[in-house]
């Protein structure tokens, strides 16, 4: 099937003006067909209707629903329904809803008549934080495929959101960082929530076993004409629902080539900008075209774009849709993972872009003049972030530090204007972890499980380490560990500043990365200089940096900047103590550890050292090494209070909640 997109209307219609009645009449009836099935398969009885309406599926996505998880699976394959159907079952579905409580059901009409959606309108009252609480005969209904649901009593019914996350990365698909890993975890979160979500992101294809990745994803045959680079692009949609998430794969020859998402050995793609400007473009019509379980997502979502790989897409919605009365009323958040990458190009490369030629403001940048290269350079060019940084209705970033940092000229990379004008729908929200995957009591990856309340099994899993490291076997050698991208956001030349005198220590050392070549061969050459102290590790493997979490007694993170950081997150859980640089997300996550808090008992989780030279970086490892080695106690006391904090992605999502009724509540930023 060959679904229409905006852009073909737009480009062959004959009226410049895009409406609803434009819309592909194949999908309004999707819908009534889903709706008429519903009913007829499951009116009269009761539990079963109730279960569905308190799985919030109604047939105009977007709306907010209520709690539970509203995909279904369904293959509904019944025909078309006639107005009167529709009148029928709204009038029966009013009489069985209508007693007592007040609960009715209203009918929300498009502009040719046809029923879109039937409104739960509840009788509660609603609190400030917009939740209602759910009608007396809702309560004892399971809603239906909700993973936890919970007691009965505490059944609520709250607004739930049609959610398009538009990722370059999201695992396991996809993971060269702490992107993959958020946009891996916080949609299934917010799917267990009761929203809707659709994560948007590349069917990449690099002729290695990641390939099998991809395996569960069918392909929708739903392909869609995008008007970029001066042609045509015809993009397919592969789609897989797991874990009440559905994942759309963006499938596009320029996503299938030897390499990660971004570049290969020989750098960087050279054509990244077109590559991330069709996955804008493919996102930004996916929830208009894809009939996922049956119907769209539709206009009325919530896009959540990550970093500058997805940052079209607030432009687009401003610029190419709503001036055609398309995404009215959507909402667009963006979040920050990384401000110093921006999708720079040279301004020449707007036209390529496929936006209106007067929305060159949106996405024109300027660099000062210390920045330029020549006398003759302008300065001038087309940043993708900054479009969206000015475009979205809300910002958000990785953690509450990052957020006030990117608001500083030291930690804006030349943004922090713009930020800072932005500053009152700029917010900050701590990563959270997928808890399962990092469990050290049932991590498939180490060789020993152990927890808070056991630890006995951290010491094998050290063991274990340094065979495979082919380290010498010391348990009680501090055993210090780093993994991470190789480059100068993590502070690797503080390392190699001093790895000398570290070396000098009675020491172990593992570190595992990839990224900058020189800092690779630098790894390399260490290790055949310190055979029985260092190890490095050059390339991705996620088992190994299970098994170094586990395994090592201390994590460092000398990041310059950190928005987050993930691996603090993980080495407390596995009670392997941090040592970072006070910044951004660590400072926040990382609390100093003060030996005399809590009449001696202690207090912290780690150390966090400041400022970022390489003497204060020494200073804080020789403090740990010393408390490792002389006060044991203290050492357990401060494994035990990293492994029991609640580093969950359920804390953050409650979090991003907020965020989302904040972003309904405002008008969308750009009308
Ligand atoms: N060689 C290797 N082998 C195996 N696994 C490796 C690896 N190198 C890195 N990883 C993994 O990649 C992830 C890195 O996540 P981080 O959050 O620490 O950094 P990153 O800079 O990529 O993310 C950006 O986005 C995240 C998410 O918002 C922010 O936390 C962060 O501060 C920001 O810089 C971790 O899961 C880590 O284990």
Redesign the pocket.
Known sequence: MGAVSFSQMLSSGPSPFYSVQARPRNLEVGRRSYLFSVWRRRYGCDQLLMRRLATGVSGRSGEHGVVGNPQSQDGFSDGGVGEEGEDKMMTMMKKKQSGGNGLVMDPERDINGSVVSYHLIPPAQTDGNLLVSAPEDLRDVEPEGAEDVGSIEEAKVRITYNIIFVTAEAAPYS?T???G??CGSLPIALAARGHRVMVVCPRYLNGTSADENYAGAVDMKCSTNIYCFGDVQEVNFFHEYRKGVDWVFVDHPSYQRPGNPYGDVYGAFGDNQFRFTLLCHAACEAPLVLPLGGFTYGENCLFLVNDWHASLVPVLLASKYRPYGVYKDSRCILII??LAHQGVEAAATYKNLGLPAQWYGAVGWVFPTWARTHALDTGEAVNLLKGSIVTADRILT?SQGYSWEITTPEGGYGLHELLSNRKFVLNGIT?GIDVNEWNPSIDEHICSHYSSTDLSGKVRCKIALQKELGLPIKPNCPLIGF???LDY?KGIDLIRSATPELMAEDIQFVM???GDHHFEDWMRSVESTYKEKFRGWV????P??HRITAGCDILLMPSRF??????QL?AMRYGTVPIVHST??LRDTVQNFKPYAQEGEGEGTGWTFSPMTKESMLSAIRTAIRTYREHRASWEGLMKRGMENDFSWERAAVQYEQVFQWAFLDPPYVK
């Open positions: 993971k960082g702490g992107l890993d958020v993972h990384n990785v990563n993994i991470g991208r956001q595992l990365g990839s390339g991705f493997n996620v190994i940096s950190e928005p987050c950081g993930l691996n993980y951004g997300g």
